[in-house]
């Protein structure tokens, strides 16, 4: 089983607008709104493949139902801490005129410490009986940066951890030896301390990760393609050519397609395939919408994997 570890959910409103003025009028053309969060993200696809999983994290009596519905409807477990206040709102505003979106991101309620005591609690207990815990997203407001390596030693190294943070939470997340991480080029860049524009770049500081005790680093580079290491082999795989409809969800999906390779018993290669096919096949869904089985499958021929 996947226990994923959703600290800050929220709800993706996602609009989509002909062509965006700023400062001036828009005019919403369609809208959708979905209950989201990297840790729920994770944990619809993973089960989407058809692995078990469940989301442990904060949910708020407001407005959380409908994540805790969407959860349920999917066949994901929900055992959630629930906390009075409301669930954040993301909004993302899509121009379809160039394509790009723009995010608008609430912060979160901030949770008490007796609250975050219970999570440290539910973790070690998810610790015993899950093949694989993932930390990944935001914090709430007033939560301590150091608080993922707190709920990685919870663990005890009973299962395999999987982090998916930047900046301090990553760093400090290190500390606690993640099975695996999963940074974009910018975020290795913060990690490394100077960008990573070129593919040597990428290789150097993902090296120095594995020597710092992570097994595997899995990099997102966009429209680069992707990076993995397992400390001996460095393997790069150039983008797919598909249409790009939105990149939201896309580097979840990617966690999730790798510990389907890790659940399948694959190889590096193999890992490394299933994690570039199911972040392929996400960005050809739209708005937060995440990716179907039947796309991520066919996706996986068409990754192709060189040494790098």
Not at 261 to 270: A, K, M, R, S, Y
């Amino acid at each position: 089983m996947i226990a994923s570890v959703c600290l800050n959910p929220c709800i993706d409103r996602t609009v989509e607008i002909d062509s965006f003025v700023y400062g001036g009028l828009n005019r919403i053309r369609s809208a959708r709104s979905d209950g989201c969060g990297k840790g729920v993200n994770v944990a619809l696809v993973a089960r989407e493949m058809g692995m078990e999983a469940s989301v442990l994290g904060f949910l708020f009596e407001d407005n959380g139902r409908c994540i805790a519905e969407r959860l349920e409807n999917a066949g994901v477990g929900e055992d959630c801490i629930w906390l009075p206040g409301a669930v954040r709102t993301n909004l993302k505003v899509f121009d379809r005129a160039q394509r790009r979106v723009t995010e608008i991101n609430e912060p979160g309620e901030p949770i008490p410490e007796e609250a975050l005591t219970r999570m440290v609690d539910k973790v070690r207990a998810y610790a015993e009986i899950a093949d694989t815990m993932v930390f990944t997203g935001s914090l709430p407001p007033g939560v301590p940066a150091d608080f993922y390596r707190t709920l990685l030693e919870a663990t005890q190294g009973k299962c395999r951890c999987v982090l998916d943070a930047e900046g301090e939470k990553l760093v400090r997340g290190l500390e606690a030896h993640p099975f695996l991480i999963k940074p974009n080029d910018y975020e290795l860049g913060l990690l490394a301390g100077k960008p990573v524009e070129t593919l040597e770049d990428v290789k150097e500081a993902a090296l120095a990760c594995c020597r710092g005790g992570v097994h595997l680093v899995a990099v997102s580079l966009g429209s680069r393609g992707a990076f993995l290491t397992d400390g001996v082999r460095c393997l790069f795989a150039p983008a797919v050519e598909v249409e790009v409809r939105s990149t939201v969800g896309a580097g979840d999906s990617m966690v999730a397609g790798s510990l389907h390779g890790l659940h399948l018993g694959e190889d590096l290669c193999g890992i490394f395939r299933c994690g570039v096919a199911a972040g392929t096949a996400a960005v050809t869904t739209e708005g937060t919408q995440l990716l179907r089985r039947d796309v991520y499958e066919a996706m996986l021929p068409r990754v192709e994997i060189r040494e790098a």
